[in-house]
């Protein structure tokens, strides 16, 4: 199957007029001088939304009428896929969508779509984090997080849709995750609790959200409740699963137990961030590539984050 591929000289802006503003995580918006665009039927924003996932790339017809369509293909499916990219053309500004052999590519700034500026924000939020900023890095994954307008490509029920919906969901969450990482680095335990015990609920088996409760919970001075809350998720992996909690976890437990200093926010230790990188490297997955078809990040500057 063609590969979706990057085309050398790609614009980062449109020659010619203003930059056109594009956003997926949400409902599919696109606005031209400020002007929120008509995009037409579902179909035809659902090739947009599609082509937007790879922005700047070339995505095959090939590939365009398998996301669409799956494997109940129309004997005119190709002849669809020219039609809605004609109708498109009509309502986006010039140079937008173009045609570059093996299929259609959207060129946009990628600063104008929220996708990118999200990916941009969680990796500089994350490289503060490392570096000892948290106020930095919990006011940059602020940011990132506040570009979500709701769930993404929900309107959509093409076969392409439902898999990009949960990688992104998937994204998002994590992005969550590190955010709590800086407020906890920044001592902000007692802040997050309530946050946490509700996205517990909501995710009961991501064990990175269990890690940040207990020790949310440990740093307010609740050790029986860190505790008890340890329990709960090894009673819950061991029924649903039949595993044990990761390494990193049965680390915090024993420590909590020993009552040691170094999780103590007032007594930072190094060995500290141990906790919440092992809990990321054990119940998430690997930071995901731009769509679900295999091709390389793209990652660049972010913008400035606002003051925590």
């Known amino acids: 199957m ?41 179909r035809q924003r659902a090739l947009l939304a599609r082509l937007l996932l790879d922005a700047n790339r070339v995505v095959a017809v090939e590939r365009l009428v398998e996301d669409l369509w799956g494997e109940e293909l129309p004997a005119t499916a190709v002849k669809m896929v ?48 490392a570096a000892g900023a948290p106020m930095q890095a919990a006011a940059c994954l602020r940011e990132a997080l506040a570009l979500w307008r709701g769930p993404a490509l929900a309107e959509f029920d093409e ?13 998002r969450l994590a992005c969550v995750d590190d955010r709590i990482d800086a407020e906890l680095a920044r001592g902000a335990h007692a802040e997050v609790v309530g946050e946490l015990d509700a996205m517990v609920a909501r995710h009961p088996l991501r064990e990175r959200l269990h890690g940040q409760l207990i020790l949310s919970l440990y740093r307010c001075g609740r050790q029986a409740d860190a505790l008890a809350g340890y329990r709960r998720l090894r009673q819950l992996l061991s029924g649903e699963l039949g595993i ?11 420590r909590m137990l020993q009552q040691d200093p170094s999780l103590d926010h007032a007594a930072p230790d190094p060995r500290s961030r141990l906790f919440t990188a092992g ?23 972010c913008t400035t984050a606002r003051a925590a």
């Open 82 to 129: 020219h039609m809605h990219v004609s109708k498109l053309r009509k309502v986006l500004p010039t140079g937008v969508l173009v045609t570059q052999a093996p299929g259609y590519a959207v060129h946009i700034d990628p600063q104008a779509l929220d996708l990118d500026r999200f990916e941009r924000l969680r990796e500089r939020g994350r490289t503060a984090l």
């Open 244 to 254: 044990e909690p990761s390494a990193a976890l049965r680390e915090l437990e024993r």
């Open 2 to 42: 063609p590969t979706n591929t990057r085309q050398p000289g790609v614009p980062t802006s449109l020659k010619g007029g203003p930059p056109v503003e594009a956003r997926v995580l949400g409902p599919l918006e696109v606005e031209f001088r400020g002007a929120r665009v008509a995009l037409g039927g579902p």
């Open 159 to 171: 076969p392409f849709a439902a898999l990009e919906a949960g990688r992104l969901e998937e994204l």
């Open 279 to 301: 809990l990321q490297s054990a119940a998430n997955p690997p930071n995901g590539t731009r769509s679900a078809a295999t091709r390389p990040s793209r990652r660049g500057a």
